[in-house]
């Protein structure tokens, strides 16, 4: 193997797998490192979000949804079933399944755009210099005039909760749950802890929340997180906010959790509990003395709005770097880098990087929240539209939600759009163009959306944020 290259990419995640095939389309020499290791002892490309994320979460969300409603919707449908029952293993076989067919897709794209593969630890040295550790712990030099840092992050472990891989585990160890756990303790009422919450309480498990925090969701808009909660504690996830663990100690079968709330200390008994309080940076290993390259006070590589390090010709992407842990942030990140050293123009919008919680009903935004509007003091208008109004809704028998735009009253630009309901992780799309192209809220008014779909639902919000809309009363 060569061991000069025009671009090292450290790290094979949705960061850095684009950014290697976006530089071999370039004509690059490129390799990209990447060092993750599954439980089975297997080495795949994808990252977190392939083998261990974004994808096998999706596809237990789809299993458990489908199997919630069978149970509690096909019968308003005038579908009769009988005893309907879980094979967790057969539903595991299928998520382990996807799982590999996407990161063996990998292989298959990275020979497609010429990019070498290197499975191993991956080390950035002085000078453009890379040390390579194979699977079999032999080292190589390799030299390249870029290197791009996309090394990804890890799970924050509670100390007062660490880690044991059995009854407490990070998010990984709730995707591979071999049986549903009869009582699920869950840290941290985020996006992960709502997603496989919601996993495990569709299959049966009694699932107990415990946030921190005495706000829900405190990112999403108000009337989002409020119709959110009203839903979720419906679905029965028994959600404590103001709760602060303090550790538990072992039972017989499961864990004896201590908290604290308003009310004083309080103890509960779960199977397992799923540590889920966020993610930091990854960088073990990955930084030799005399790179150069800095870290944040959180341990994030410091980069400029093109991804820039402050050491020459190094660069850092996705979860390594500030901005929103998402794995299509990582991926627009990672295709601008391969550009911008190609000698290309690019650059990434992070005023339109849209957010999905999976969950049912879904949630997803795009822009600022009326509440980071409003503290603004631009002057807006607000337009809304429930998903009872929706035909297809109606027919989908999914009418819980609502899609909400937050324009400026100025211009008439839209500032944000919120979505709660069914499909929102798709209509997202639609105002996420609209934004990245600045288009206007009577952009969206005049723009013909077809008949009956869920998509009308922001058509008509926009019209809302004027008084205008046709199948909803305005107010
Ligand atoms: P990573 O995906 O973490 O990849 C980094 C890679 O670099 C890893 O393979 C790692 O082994 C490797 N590496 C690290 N150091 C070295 C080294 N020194 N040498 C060689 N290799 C190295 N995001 C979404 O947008 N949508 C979702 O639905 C979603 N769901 C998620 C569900 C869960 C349960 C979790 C945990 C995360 C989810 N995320 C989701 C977040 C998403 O997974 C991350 O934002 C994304 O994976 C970050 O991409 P990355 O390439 O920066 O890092
Ligand atoms: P998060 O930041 O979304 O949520 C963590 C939650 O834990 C917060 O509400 C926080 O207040 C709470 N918390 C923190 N310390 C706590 C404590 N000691 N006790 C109780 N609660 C505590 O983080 P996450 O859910 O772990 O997810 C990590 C990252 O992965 C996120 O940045 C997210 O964007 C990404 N992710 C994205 C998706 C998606 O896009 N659908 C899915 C999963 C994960």
């Excluded at 839903?231 to 663990?245: C, E, P, T, W, Y």
């Amino acid at each position: 193997m060569s061991s000069q290259f025009d671009v090292i990419v450290i790290g094979g995640g949705p960061a850095g797998y684009p950014c290697a095939i976006r530089a071999g389309q370039n004509k690059l020499k490129v390799a990209c490192i990447d060092e993750w290791k599954n439980h089975d002892g297997s080495y795949a490309f994808g990252g977190t979000c392939l083998n261990a994320g974004c994808i096998p979460s999706k596809a237990l969300l789809e299993s458990s949804e489908l199997y919630y409603r069978t149970q509690h919707e096909f019968a308003v449908h005038g579908i009769k079933v009988g005893n309907v029952s879980v094979d967790v293993a057969a539903m595991q076989k299928r998520r382990a399944q996807i799982v590999k067919q996407s990161t063996m897709g990998i292989a298959s794209l990275f020979k497609g755009a010429g990019v070498t593969g290197l499975q191993g630890h991956g080390k950035l040295l002085s000078g453009n210099r890379v040390e390579f550790t194979d699977k079999d712990g032999k080292k190589q030099e390799l030299s390249a005039k870029h290197v791009v840092l996309a090394a990804g992050s890890s799970p924050v472990e509670l100390k007062s909760l660490p880690f044991d891989g059995e009854r407490i585990v990070d998010s990984w160890g709730a995707l591979e749950f071999e049986s549903v756990p009869k009582r699920l303790g869950v840290i941290g009422a985020g996006v992960i802890g709502l997603e496989l919450g919601s996993v495990w309480r569709r299959l049966g498990a009694e699932v107990l929340v415990l946030e921190a925090l005495e706000s829900f969701l405190p990112m999403t808009d108000g009337a989002v997180s409020k119709e959110a909660l009203k839903h979720f504690k419906k679905q029965g996830l028994d959600i404590r906010l103001g709760a602060k663990v303090s550790g538990a100690d072992r039972t017989k079968t499961g864990l004896m959790l201590k908290y604290t709330d308003a009310s004083g200390e309080k103890t509960i008994e779960v199977d397992k509990v799923v540590v889920a309080i966020g993610r930091r940076p990854y960088s073990k290993d990955l930084l030799s003395e005399g790179t150069g390259v800095q870290l944040d006070e959180r341990g994030f590589v410091k980069v400029d709005h093109e991804c820039r390090t402050n050491a020459p010709n190094i660069w850092a992407v996705g979860d390594l770097v500030r901005g929103p842990m998402l794995a299509h942030k990582g991926k627009e990140e990672g295709v601008m880098v391969a550009d911008l050293i190609a000698g290309k123009v690019s650059e990434v919008n992070y005023k339109a990087i849209p957010s999905v919680i999976y969950t049912a009903p879904e949630i997803a935004w795009v822009g600022q929240t009326e509440e980071e509007v409003k503290k603004s003091g631009r002057a807006y208008k607000v337009g809304s539209f429930p998903f009872l109004a929706s035909g297809r809704a109606r027919a989908m028998e999914a009418t819980a939600g609502f899609c909400k735009i937050v324009s400026a009253t100025d211009d008439d630009e839209i500032l944000g759009v919120h979505i709660i309901g069914p499909m929102a992780g798709e209509l997202i799309a639609e105002a996420v163009l609209a934004m990245e192209y600045s288009a206007s809220t009577e952009d969206l008014q005049r723009t013909m959306h077809a008949h009956p779909t869920l998509s009308e639902a922001l058509h008509e919000a926009a019209l809302n944020a004027d008084k205008i809309a046709i199948d909803f009363p305005n107010r």
